[in-house]
Structure formats: structure tokens, C-alpha cells
């Protein structure tokens, strides 16, 4: 057994991991190695070394032992080295790079970075045998301050922690600070909403561990100069720096106040936040303020800002981390405005005074860039930072409960953002972090390492999952580490199709393209591979696996069921059949179902995380959960005897009358697709049962009916297929007689086979006169020499899949070649006809400026705009941005005129960040019907 | 007691009668009368005879014991006279005259005319003796031929007779022939779904039976010679006369097939219905036949058929009743079409043959007059007859069930009518008969003695009501008589409002203007006095009030109820209130009800009426019940803790929110009406109970508040309300803040007294921006020296008031002076003003003419058009008209200017039928709110 050597001289911090790594070995091995100040006659050792904190290595330097020039003078780096066959050094280029490598030997013997946050127990071993394999020169981390932020923590973090830890306190911090750390992640904005991190450890116990442990603590945009939000206005306390947050009428309180926070924390390794924002986002000049009179003040009171960090923090600025944060509010001000919007105000850009400032820059709350940096300000001295979201309390509608920004999005967007320069701050706001934990991994994964991860790595979400499997259950099978890494995308995907919060019973549309059939079947997919991979694990890793994976999936699922058996109930309901009454029983139980669940997450490990299951997630009415609306259920009253109401599974018309000729639903669906399977609803309206039978006008030798008579308790789904080699170009028709009682409905089937062998490949066919054709089932692409070029997203977005142009930072004008999109489709007539893209609803990432692409279609060439210029993302008050990041998607109509025929259209690259997910081509009359997801 | 003479001579019908009378004496009197063919030395004795047939009366005639000029050669007439003190004569002018003359003294001993259809028990009396109040001569009948139609019989009245008759035999007609006579018609069509009057007797009983009581034999406009239409096509029946019921192909089969019904049953008293329609209305001639091509067709038809009714029935064709109907598919044909629509053919109106044949007119199946006779028409010698409707089975949608047309619509329209010269006959279809037994009292009543109870005799429908409960419940005191005249209006009135079958959850909106709570109160009222009722009778009245009014209006209330709660739930559903829920199990009770009471009266007297209470009634969804609904009910779980949701008791917005500022309801309704009190629903839409209080943000004295503080269940009303005399002439405001757990909801009222003492008398005011002027609200009306005068209808159409011009045959050209209606408002604004006239749905009475009237206001003078020459009354394909049906209101738009201040607006008469119920006064913005009835 390996002992521990950390000299005196050593970090405490490194001391403390060291502690932590000890507790880890005796998890593995069942024995705690002992831990030396010295080396000492000992069989096998580790040294936990820092490059000039160690005598040990400086000794070792000295004769030649250890050659430090791989890392010395590095950021955050650590080498792994067998000294001889019993010593393994691990030194550290600093103190963050010895505390990574201690953590990288834990990981080694199998502990997971998230042991306890994601319950992950490692595998108990008898011994190991450490070997060459273990030696590593780590990298310089990517990104230069990665972490998160714990934000939006009532009513879940708040009450967990202080239930189980009595508030915000050190104690609490010190999971948090290790699973930062354990991440490789190094940055952190603690949680703020009733609390503040300088008073709360109790005293500065949160400060001075953060500092031990070389956590650098930040603040968001408006905590400035080290106080938390929270210090101005504690409820009940008289604040002594008087009550107005106010820098223009209460400045010198305001100013002390700022003082007193810098002397006080400015001690501790800090990125110190300055400018000021009003109250509850409110301006300080008042709403009728001038940019002008904002810029001033701004000007002011930063000044005064970096006066005081001089005095009290460091005297050379440049050695004090500070950070600007450009949201919105500060946005107008700091990119000033031109003469021709009526007001020629300089902003801050041009402000020599924020040379050395991080400016931190902020997606528009849903994961998507906004505005990026543009050419002229990439080589700031500063640098920029990124606040990214996995959770956010706002509008539209919050999203603050399970995981529901895909990898995929996470990927595409930050990639883009550092491919632009973004590379000094990413901190991602995890609001109570239980839950998110996973996809915190991968999100200090690729800040860590964007070379392996980033941009070099496109549709790399799977190997990355791959690993991240093999390392949280190693002793698991690939195979069900395969089906695992399909429930845990599966049900973010699922959720990023839609957020959770803002799921409702009109989303998906309840019968049209069977849209919540279909959703339920995908639902049930993960459910049922949830179960079962859940069945297969020992008792540990059923824990692990709970806690990271099968509950989120589980009640995500449960969350959409519950909508969609309600959408059905009502879509039933009005149709008034009594099939409404058993999805009114479905409702209850996904309403009982979602109690359990959560009160089951409270008792799991003894209440361990009790108070994290308290979000609210059902049916949210506003923006946060006021109002928020358990689902309805409507029940019918069947009629007063049997009575036979028929529909297609895909349709909202009923076919039920007695009286004269027979309704008739048409079912032409196999001149298009004899692939296709329609469902008839056989349904009894009324009591009792109902016999039916199914006639047909005409022997018929193509047409297969899954049952032609029967007993009908409330409804059957009858199935209509087609055998494709009965069938010829030529149209055939038969017309069925669904009886029963004194009703009968007809059904026209009509079917043909389409002769495509002459068509040339990837030639896109009609389907009830819309052409659907996703955006990878192009026919030719065309790249240019430089580089650029459309690349394939796989799983992307909500259509699946996704068309991008790399390098993200590509942008052409109209007059220049750009790369480009070729598809094909037959035409069955002349005429006009509606062209629909739908595209990934990013945003321009240049101020006021608009997201276009070139349409070259019926011999046009057309400029299409999806995001105009006035467009204002992130911006409540703007209704196309928040139809955008509710929908996950943007569809944009131009018109095309064609002739009949093979005809093509082709995509040409304009702006940054437009990503095609889909075309839909149809005449206005064949308008697609009503749905969330399209035919 | 009395004895009964009837000779030998007398018309056997009069023999009949007279044995029925003799069982109406026994129930009363115990002890059934004698009956003699000759005088005999008998204590007292009734003589029933008839001029001409009676060798007794031509004795005392030629004695000169008897006058008998006042009735001979009069039609349909009786005379009662004492001859001495012991013989009381009662001797008709004819057949039917006699017969009425013996109903009418039953009716005198106080058997009721209802006595078999409305369970009507006479009182059981010791004795009586006749004075001289009996003697009587009675009037001519008004209308010529007056009866009534049985149809649309399935499922009640063919279920019902074939279980006690065994089909519709003459054992049946029995009883429907003596409610005819007893009410003093002499007209029927029979029942003809599923039966043929002259074959179902069984054999000719029927006729024979018809013929021997003196009643007439009509026919439909589609059964002409005689020939009912089930006798061409009896199912699996082999047709002797071919196929096609198509003179144009299969003619000389037609023809025997008329001749034959001639001959078998044209030796009956009949009027004998002429011309022919296509089977189901189809045009015999193809849908692109010319309209000259089917006058001609139609005059080929007309003539033969005239030829076969002189050969076979009588050789003085002026001696036999024909008629002809203009139902619509023929009206073009009589009316022809001039030049200007490009097709110039005379129509049959101007044909010679049809001088001597009845001309049947119809209303638009909804009881509105249709084309009246125009002036050149007036006095030709056949007269014209008009079908009337109390039950229709048709577009849009049928009336089958209940009682649903006013006896104020009735006496209006059939008054016009008979006006306009429609004298000849009247008939109207009763459906199943049962339920319509009490209206049709009425119709026959005002065909028989128009001069009483017609245009003379305005709102004379409680004069009418009070004398027929004297006669129908003569023992019950006449408090309790005014009560059931209100259940028996009250629940007519309510069904005229909307049609039962056309009501659904969307019709009486659920909470604006309160309407929903109105309608229940309404229907509270109704059920109340109805039970109050019930209880306070005899067994026998019991019986009696249960058949022609309990269950009709008990049922009725019931069924609107079903749908109110159903409205009800649904709103409070969609509020996510938890209220929803006991609503929804109100609809459930309701339901359960409408079952139970079917249930019930199929049972009554031992199954008397059983089959009669089958008619489906509950929310249809096409023309008639096919897919006819139940009503929904939704459930709503509540959320997870006990939450505040308010709201106003009238409008739909829900008020809950929790974070940042509260919302605000606004109250001030009592800037407008001192009067009004404003509820406010506080409702718990979470579990458990919810304490609340009302705080106020400054002492108010005048505000009145029915609950400060309590505990919510699920929902509760609070009344605000205010104290006029403590308010002035300046807005008085307060804030209210409902408090409950962490919910804030702010109400702020506002409330001023409005000094009206310096305005002119009937000067109407705004409320919330809407004047609202009921159209007896008329502060002046100019009449014309020739007597032409708007006249009020009480209690008429669904605003329950209405202003006709009478005499109703008055028109006026744009120049010509016309009689007005002047109304006077005040208004606080300038501008543009909508004034929305709502007027009885009634149609222009001339074919392809305009309904106009001249409103003048704001300086200006306009025509406006209420219905356009185009409009097809009792069309399907004419959606306005099919609104007005269901609606039962017209509304029709016009713009006004007018400067603020006291304003007026006045109505002109222009075109007959135009029927003003209620103006509306607003400005665009301040639109009323979407309802059923209007503010």
C-alpha cells in the first residue's frame, strides 16, 4: 500500500486534497494510506508536490532526479512521474495543477469526479500496481477561469443545504469547491439569492476555504467589488451605508460601501466585478436618461471602482482579475450608438480604462450567442468571458428543473464562442447544481480541453460520452453503457425539444402526423431502456445511475407523458369519445406518478438530497411558477347506446352520421408512400360494445386490413398497408364500408407505386403535396478552397440534424463566392410554391445586424432574412426571440416559382451562426396542418 | 240528470260524439246519461241535432218553438237554447258544427279538451244544473281549415303507438280526431315516416273514421291525389306502377297511381294536395333544368292531375278543396322571373287553372313568415293556406322535443299572417303531438276565433293563459294559476331564447355579464315555482300539471342546467380553479337527471305515454342528433399548496401572482351604476384551505365589502357594493389588497354618483362605454293619423320586448312619412359611434326584397338594411339566415357621428316584419364583450 508524502512547506490546500485523495484510497482499497511530511522508510510513496513549495523536488531538481522544465512556468499543469519503483511524483506547476493531479489519482483508482454529487461509489479493489501507463505531462487548461455558477437556488439548494448543512456555509462549499476542482474547473459565482458567500462560512470561513483551495470566487454583473447582492438590502437590517442603491444620488455611501468590500475580500484570489447596475435591473438616471448621461456615469463609477481596488487590492491593476459584464442592460452603453439612429454616443469600447478588463459577454439566456466579439476587438488586452446557461429564471419561461440544453447545442454554440476569441472566463450558470452535474462535466471538459473537444472534434458527443460512461461505471458492459449513454441523451434531447416548464397540452399536436403518438413512443423508448438497464446494476451502481441518470429520465418522461395523455384526454374529449376517459386515468397517474418520483428523490440515501426535488415543473402559465397549472382532464359521457364514430389516427374530423349517404374519409396516403401505415379509429361512442364490420366495394389483392370485424369496448385502431409489389404506376382504388348499428363510414384508399429508378439520387417526393427534406439530404455541397464549408451536426437541434459553416466565424458578403447547399425534388405542377427553412433559432453576432442566407431557386436568387436587424435577442420584449427559444426552431417563407418537373434549390452561406435543420416546399393550398414538429 | 237525444237521422259522427260526451258525464257526474233516439217522457234531456238531419228540430221549427236563422246556412256553428225547462237543444249548422256544439258542453261540465293528451281528470260533481249562461250561438271559425300535422313521428309517437295501438290505426286516431274537434279544428295530415293513412286503419278504418267525424284529410306538398308517400315506396314492397317517382320518365305509371288513390279515397272529405316534388326534394328535370322547363313540367302535372279529380271525385272541380304548396323548391316556379335575372318566365301564378286552388304558404320552418300574399295576389279565389312550425326535423338544426317557440312569436307572426289574408287554412306540424298539446290549444284557439284573440287583441297571451288554466285546473286558486302560467311562459320563453338541441357549454357565455349565473337563475326560478306548484295539488291535478307543463319545464330547466354547469366547468377549468370540479359533478347530476326523468314519465299512469319521452335532445352536433354530445366535464387537480387565484366574477383573466408587484383588478362599475355590485371570486386553486383578508389602503366609508376575512375551501363570492348617498358627483377610488399566503392581488374601485336630475326623462347613459337601450325605451313615438303605430310586444323575442308597426301590412316607401320611434342618450365623447340594432330574425314578406328600416342621428339619415334582397330564408346554404334561427336575434351595425352631450337617434318604419328588440351604443373600442344575450 501506497502512503502519501506532503511536506509542511506544501499548499494548504494541497494538504487538504491530499486528505480528500486518502479518503478516496481508503474507498477503493479498504485501507487509508498514512500520510508523511517527509519521505521516510516506507515501502511505496506518492509525493504531492508544487514546483517551489517542495523541498523534496527542488532537492530532486538539484540532482538531477526530476527534470521540471515541462511544466514549469506553466498555468494549472501537472506531470505524474515514477521517481523509482516504489516513489510516484506528482508536482504540480502550481497549486490549482498539484490539486488536479492529486484529483487525476483519484480518478485513476476509480473514484468519479462526481462520488458525490452523482452518488457515483467507486468499485472496491484488493490492490493495485501503479505503472508507467500513469505518467503524464497534463495540458494548460483551454479556457483560463472555467466554473459555474449556483444560482436560482430556492426553494431546492436552499432548503437542502440548509437542512443538511445550516446554511451556505463553508461545510457545504467544501463539496462544491471539490467537485470544481475534481473537474479541473477553477472559477466559481456562489449562490446569491439570500446569501452572501463573505458572511455566510459562518464569518469568512467560505472565503478562506475557497482561497485554500485556490477557488476563484466571482461575482455576477451586479455584485461589484467583491459584495454580494444580498450585503446591500438583508432583509430587516439596517444597511449603514444608507437605503438607495443609487450611485447618483447616494455615491459616497455607495463608495465606502465598495471600499469596505475590497478591503475586506480583496485579499483572497478574486476576478473583481465592476461597473453597477440599477435595483431589479432598474436604470439609475431613470428610464428617460440619455446614452450619453449613462456612459458618463458609467465612466464615473468605474473609475472610482479600479481608484479603490488600487488602494486596497494591489497597486498595479494589472495583476487584479476584473471583470465587466456586458448584458444586456449595460450592452447599448458599451458599443455606444452612431449618428444615424439619432443619438453619436462613443461607448465604453473605446474606453483606454477597460484595456485590461474582462468583458463578459452572455448568450441570450437559452444557450444561443449573441452578440460575439467583432474583429476589431478579438486582441483586447482584457479578453472576453462567456455566461452560459444550463438554468435560468426569466422569460419566456424559465427552465431552472432537469438538464434540457442537448451537448449538441452546448457543443456548437460555446465551440463558436471560443472560435471567436472567447477564452479567458466560462462560467455556466447550473442553478442548484444536483441534476445538472453531468452535463457540468462536459462542459468543463471542453473548457479544459477544447483542443481534444472543441471545434477539432465535430459530432464528438458520443465518444465523449463513451468515456465519461466507462470512467462513472467501469464495471458496467459496454452494451448497457451504450443503451445508458441513449437514455441520457435521450432525455435531454427530449427535453430540449421542448423545455419541461414550458410543456403543455397544446404543444404537441395530438393527432396530426401523429405527433404525440410519436412523442409518446420515444417516450417510452427511454422509459422502458431506463428500466431495464436499471435492472442489470448492482447495488451501488444503482445508485450512481439513479442519482445521474434514470431519475432525470424518469421524470422527464413522466413530465411529457403527462402532457401528452392530457393533449389526447382533450383531443378525445372532443371528439367525444369515451377513449378520452382512459387518458384522463393516465393523467392521474403521471400526476400521482410525479409526486412519488419526487418524494421518492427525498428519501433516496437517507435524504441526502432532500429539498432538491422541490422545483416546481408542471405546466407553467408565466414566466416563472406562478399560476403554474397541473394538467386538465375531461371526461365523456358516452351516448345512449352503441354508436360508431370512425376517424384516421392523424386527423381531428370524426366521421359518425346515419342519416343519408355515408361520410367518407379519404385515405390517399399510398399514392405517396407505400410504406405508410394508416390508422383508422374504430371507436363506440356510446355504452356497451359495439360489433363492426368492414366491407369493401371491390376484391382488392394490395390492401391489408388488420381486422375486419370486431367488438369495439371504446376504440381499436385499425391498420391500412399496402403490399408495394401488388401495385402498379397506375392509380388503384377501393372503397371500404366500416358498419356498424345503423352507421357506416367509407374509407377511399387509393395507392400507386412510384417508378423512381429514373429520378437522379436524392431526389425529394411529395407526401399529400409537401416536400420535406432534411437539411443533410443535400445532392451536392459545394466548399471553397479555403476551408469553408457546410458541416454536418448530427443529432442536432430539434429536427435531428443540422447544416453549419465552419469555421463558425466565416462570413461572406453577397457578391462573394460562399459555400453551399444543393437539393433536388420533382415538381408534379407549375406554379408558386412556398418555400420554408427551418432553421436552429440562433442569433446575428453582431450588434443590429441581421442572420441571412442566399436562396437560389426558380431561377431567383433571393436574400432571406430569418433574423432581421431590429430583432432583439434575449429580449422579453421581443416576441419572434421568444417564439424562437420556446420552439426550438424558426421558420422562414419565401415564394418560388417552378415548373413542373426535377427542380432544385440551393443555400448559400451569408451570416455567422445560421444552421438549416429542414426545407418544407408546397403550394399555399397544400399548407402543412397545424403541429409542433412539422410533417 | 240528464238524458241524451240522438236521432236515428243524426250524421253518425254526431252519434259518436255523443257517446263520448255520455262517458265525459259519467267521470263527472258519476253516472253515465241515457240516449235516446227519439223525445221521451224523460225528466231532463239534451237534444244534439243538426240542421237538416234532425226531424225534431224541423218539428220545432215549424212549431216555431225554434229560431234557427241566426246558424243556418253558416259553416261550423252551434246553438244551445233552452227550448223549455226540462230540454236543452244544442243544434249545429252542420256536422262539425253539432259536434262542437257537444265539446262544447263538455268543456261546460268541466271535462277538459286535454283530457286523454294532457291527463286532464275533470273535477268529480254531484250534480248541476244548466241555466241560461249555457245557451250559446256560436261564431264562424276564422280560419277556414285549422288543424294540425303529426310528423316527424320516430322515435316517440311511432314507438308509443305501436306498443298501445298496434300501429297507427283508427283505434289511435280515435283519440287525435277528438283532440282536433274538442279544440275545434277540422284539419289533419296525418303521421307519414314510416305509415299510410289510408292503409294502417287497419284498411280504410281510418278514413272511414275521419270522414264519420267530419275531419279533413291533408296531405304534405309532397303527397298529392291522395296518396300518401310511403305508399310508393314501402320498403321491400314491389312497386305495380315502376320505379321512378319521376313524371318526366315514368309518366302513365304516375298518372294510374294518382287515379287509383282518387279513386279509392277521393269519396272522403278531403283537400286534395296537387302538384308533385322530386323524391327527397330532388328536381325531376336535373339540376340544370331551365325554370321554363318546370313550369311547363309543373302546369303538365297540375292539369292531369285536375283531369283525374273531375273524373273520379267531382265533376265541379270548384266543389273540391285543392291545394297547391309553395313550398320553397316550388317557389320559383309560382313566381316565375323577370328579365333582369336573364330568365323572363311567367310564373304559375299567373296560370288560369289554379285560380280555385289553395295557395300554401310557409314560414321559414323556425315560425317566421316567409313570402306573404303581395296586394295583386290578395284576393284570389282559392285563398292561401300556411304551414307553421312547433317542431321541424331540419337544418339547421332540428326541434324536436320540447316546446320552444313562444306563444308571443306564434300570436305575432301567424297574426300577420292571417293579416296579410292567409284565412283558408292553417296548419301547423306538432311532431309527436305530445308536449305540443298545450301550444296547439293556442293555435287552434287563434285560428278559430282570430277576431278574440288575434291582431285586435295585442299581448293578449295572459288574457288567453289565465282562461285556459281556469278551464284546465279549475279547482286550483288563482295564485297558484298565475304561478303555473310563469313555469308554463317561463319555461317556453327560455327554450325560444335557444332552441334545446341547438345549446352546448358555448352558447350563454360563463361569465361575461354574469350571463351563465343568469340563465341558472333563471332556471332556478323556473324549477322553483314548478315544484312549489307540484306539491300544492290534488292527485288528479297532479297528473294533469305533470303532463302539460311539470315535466316539460322540469325537463327542460334540467337540460339547459346540464349545459350551464358544463359551461361552468369548463371556464373554471380553463381558470385552473379547483371550483370546476363541482361543477363537473353537477353536469353529472344533470345528466343523471335528463335519464331519470325519461325514465320516469315513461312509466307514468302505468306506461300511458311510453315511447313519447325518446327524442334525443342533448347537444347536437349536426342538423339532426347524429353525433349529438353529452356534455364534458373537466377535472382540475389542484397545485401542490394552498395558492391565491382571483378573479371577477364576469370577466375570464385570472389574477396570481406571487412575484414582483401584484396585479389589479379593475372595479369601477359604480362609476356607472351606484346600483351594481361587483363579485369578486377569491378562490384556493391548491390543496387544503386558504386563509385570506381584505385590506384597504385608505378608510373609505362608502364601499361595502360582504367579507374582509376568511378561509377558502375551494372558491367563494365576494359582493362589493356601495352606499349611494355617501358618494358625489366627484370619483372616489380605493385599493383593496387580497392577501392569502405570499399572493398580493390588488382591486382598485373607483365610484362617482352620477346627478341625472338635470337630464331629460329617458335619457339613457353609458356603462363601461356601451348605452344600452331596450326598444320600449323609446322617450317619444310618432304614429300616423292613419293609424299606422309601433306598437309594443311584451314579453317578446329574446330581449323580451319588441316595437312592430301595425297594422303589420303597412309599408312605406324611403319618402313617404312613416311611424317612428325616438330614443335619447348622453354621451361624453365626440366621435364615431356603432349603433347595433338588434331585431327579431323575422324575413322580408315579398320574395327577393330587402327588410330596411331609416335610422336617423347624428345629422344624417340612413337606410339601413337589416336583410339584403338576397337572403334565402329556410335556406340551408344561406348562413345569415341560419344564425338568425339558432341566434334568435339579428344584429346589424351602422356608424354614427355625434358630438358629446345629450343625443338622439330615431327609427323609421320602412318594410313590414321588421321587429326592434334592443339598440346598442358604443364606440369601436369599447366593443361589448363576446356573449350570448349582450350587456
Redesign the interface.
Known amino acids: 500500500m501506497y502512503n502519501f508524502i506532503v511536506e509542511n512547506e506544501a499548499f494548504e490546500g494541497v494538504k487538504k486534497t491530499a486528505g480528500k485523495i486518502a479518503v478516496d484510497f481508503e474507498k477503493v482499497f479498504g485501507k487509508k494510506p498514512e500520510i508523511f511530511p517527509v519521505l521516510g522508510n516506507v515501502d511505496k510513496s506518492f509525493i504531492f508536490a508544487t514546483l517551489g513549495k517542495s523541498p523534496i523536488v527542488d532537492n530532486l531538481i538539484k540532482e538531477g532526479k526530476f527534470d521540471s522544465s515541462a511544466i514549469n512556468g506553466k498555468r494549472e499543469i501537472y506531470q505524474i512521474k515514477f521517481l523509482d519503483d516504489k516513489t510516484i511524483l506528482i508536482c504540480g506547476s502550481d497549486k490549482r495543477g498539484t490539486i488536479y493531479g492529486l484529483f487525476a489519482l483519484s480518478e485513476y483508482i476509480g473514484v468519479s469526479p462526481l462520488h458525490f454529487w452523482g452518488d457515483v461509489e467507486p468499485a472496491r479493489r484488493e490492490n493495485i500496481e501503479f505503472n508507467k501507463n500513469i505518467e503524464v505531462i497534463s495540458k494548460e487548461p483551454s479556457v483560463k477561469y472555467r466554473g459555474f455558477f449556483i444560482n436560482d437556488e430556492w426553494p431546492c439548494f436552499g432548503n437542502w443545504t440548509n437542512n443538511r448543512f445550516g446554511g451556505f456555509t463553508a461545510e457545504m462549499y467544501d463539496h462544491v469547491f471539490e467537485l470544481l476542482l475534481r473537474l479541473k474547473g477553477n472559477y466559481l459565482w456562489p449562490a446569491m439569492w439570500s446569501s452572501s458567500f463573505a458572511l455566510d462560512g459562518p464569518g469568512n470561513l467560505n472565503e478562506e476555504l475557497a482561497d485554500i483551495y485556490g477557488v476563484v470566487i466571482g461575482a455576477s454583473h451586479h455584485e461589484p467589488c467583491l459584495r454580494a447582492s444580498e450585503e446591500w438590502g438583508k432583509k430587516g437590517n439596517e444597511n449603514i451605508y444608507g437605503k438607495a442603491w443609487n450611485f447618483y444620488t447616494n455615491r459616497e455611501n455607495i463608495l465606502k460601501y465598495w471600499e469596505d468590500g475590497l478591503k475586506r475580500s480583496g485579499k483572497y484570489e478574486k476576478i473583481i466585478t465592476i461597473g453597477m447596475r440599477g435595483e431589479y435591473d432598474s436604470s439609475m438616471l431613470g428610464d428617460n436618461s440619455s446614452v450619453k448621461e449613462n456612459v458618463e456615469l458609467l465612466k464615473d463609477i468605474i473609475k472610482n471602482q479600479r481608484e479603490l481596488i488600487k488602494k486596497h487590492v494591489n497597486s498595479n491593476l494589472d495583476e487584479v482579475p476584473q471583470l465587466l459584464a456586458l448584458y444586456k442592460e449595460v450592452e447599448e452603453y458599451f458599443y455606444g450608438c452612431d449618428a444615424s439612429s439619432g443619438c453619436d454616443v462613443k461607448g465604453l469600447k473605446y474606453w483606454d480604462e477597460l484595456d485590461g478588463v474582462i468583458c463578459m459577454l452572455c448568450e441570450d439566456n437559452f444557450g444561443f450567442m449573441r452578440t460575439l466579439p467583432t474583429p476589431d476587438m478579438k486582441n483586447r488586452k482584457g479578453g472576453f468571458g462567456m455566461y452560459y446557461h444550463f438554468d435560468y429564471h426569466g422569460g419566456p419561461i424559465s427552465y431552472e428543473w432537469m438538464p434540457s440544453t442537448s451537448y449538441e447545442r452546448t457543443w456548437e454554440q460555446l465551440s463558436m464562442a471560443y472560435d471567436y476569441g472567447i477564452k479567458d472566463v466560462w462560467i455556466v450558470n447550473v442553478g442548484d447544481l444536483k441534476f445538472n452535474e453531468v452535463p457540468l462535466a462536459y462542459f468543463l471538459a471542453l473548457a479544459y480541453d477544447f483542443e481534444k473537444w472543441g471545434t477539432a472534434s465535430p459530432n464528438s458527443i458520443d465518444e465523449y460520452t463513451t468515456q465519461w460512461l466507462a470512467h462513472t461505471f467501469p464495471s458496467v458492459n459496454l452494451e448497457v453503457r451504450n443503451k445508458m449513454a441513449g437514455v441520457l441523451h435521450g432525455y435531454i434531447r427530449m427535453n430540449a425539444m421542448r423545455r419541461p416548464e414550458a410543456l403543455n397540452a397544446d404543444i404537441y399536436h395530438p393527432c396530426h402526423y401523429e405527433e404525440t403518438d410519436k412523442m409518446l413512443e420515444l417516450a417510452n423508448c427511454i422509459d422502458t431502456a431506463n428500466e431495464e438497464i436499471f435492472l442489470l446494476l448492482s447495488e451501488d451502481e444503482k445508485n450512481a445511475y439513479y442519482s445521474t441518470i434514470y431519475f432525470p429520465a424518469k421524470t422527464s418522461v413522466n413530465l411529457l407523458r403527462m402532457h401528452l395523455y392530457s393533449a389526447k384526454n382533450a383531443h378525445y374529449?372532443k371528439q367525444?369519445k369515451k377513449a378520452a376517459n382512459k387518458y384522463?386515468d393516465l393523467v392521474?397517474q403521471c400526476?400521482n406518478n410525479d409526486?412519488n418520483l419526487m418524494q421518492e428523490f427525498g428519501k433516496f440515501k437517507n435524504g441526502k438530497w432532500k429539498g432538491m426535488e422541490l422545483e416546481?415543473h408542471i405546466g407553467f402559465?408565466?414566466w416563472?411558477d406562478?399560476?403554474?397549472?397541473?394538467?386538465?382532464?375531461?371526461?365523456?359521457?358516452?351516448?345512449?347506446k352503441p354508436r360508431l364514430?370512425v376517424s384516421r389516427k392523424d386527423r381531428g374530423e370524426?366521421y359518425?352520421?346515419?342519416?343519408g349517404n355515408p361520410m367518407t374519409i379519404l385515405a390517399y396516403d399510398f399514392l405517396y408512400d407505400v410504406n405508410k401505415k394508416v390508422i383508422i379509429e374504430i371507436a363506440n361512442d356510446g355504452i356497451d360494445t359495439l360489433d363492426y364490420v368492414i366491407e369493401q366495394d371491390a376484391p382488392c389483392d394490395w390492401l391489408k386490413i388488420s381486422s375486419v370485424k370486431g367488438t369495439i369496448e371504446d376504440q381499436i385502431d385499425i391498420e391500412l398497408s399496402v403490399i408495394p409489389n401488388k401495385l402498379t404506376n397506375e392509380i388503384q382504388s377501393v372503397k371500404l364500408l366500416i358498419k356498424a348499428e345503423e352507421t357506416v363510414v367509407a374509407v377511399d384508399v387509393k395507392a400507386k407505386i412510384i417508378d423512381i429508378s429514373q429520378l437522379p439520387p436524392k431526389t425529394h417526393l411529395q407526401n399529400n403535396g409537401v416536400i420535406v427534406i432534411p437539411s443533410n439530404q443535400y445532392y451536392d455541397k459545394k466548399d471553397l478552397s479555403s476551408g469553408a464549408a457546410f458541416t454536418e451536426l448530427a443529432n442536432y437541434g430539434r429536427s435531428g440534424t443540422g447544416m453549419k459553416v465552419f469555421p463558425t466565424t466565416a462570413n461572406f458578403s453577397e457578391k462573394e463566392e460562399s459555400p453551399s447547399l444543393h437539393y433536388r425534388f420533382l415538381l408534379e405542377d407549375d406554379g408558386e410554391f412556398v418555400i420554408e427553412t427551418w432553421t436552429t433559432p440562433t442569433n446575428p453576432v453582431e450588434i443590429n445586424k441581421p442572420l441571412r442566407f442566399i436562396l437560389n431557386g426558380g431561377n431567383k436568387k433571393q436574400i432571406v432574412t430569418t433574423v432581421p436587424a431590429d430583432f432583439k435577442a434575449g429580449s422579453n420584449a421581443d416576441i419572434r426571440w421568444q417564439l424562437g427559444v420556446l420552439d426550438n426552431i424558426r421558420k422562414t417563407e419565401v415564394i418560388c416559382k417552378f415548373k413542373k418537373g426535377i427542380q432544385e434549390i440551393s443555400i448559400n452561406a451569408l451570416d455567422p451562426n445560421f444552421i438549416l435543420e429542414k426545407i418544407l416546399i408546397y403550394k399555399e393550398e397544400n399548407k402543412p396542418l397545424p403541429s409542433y414538429l412539422g410533417p
Open positions: 374529449a367525444g384522463a392521474t400526476i409526486k416546481q402559465t408565466k416563472n406562478d399560476n403554474y397549472r397541473n394538467p386538465l382532464r375531461t371526461l365523456v359521457e358516452p351516448v345512449h364514430c370524426i359518425s352520421k346515419t342519416y
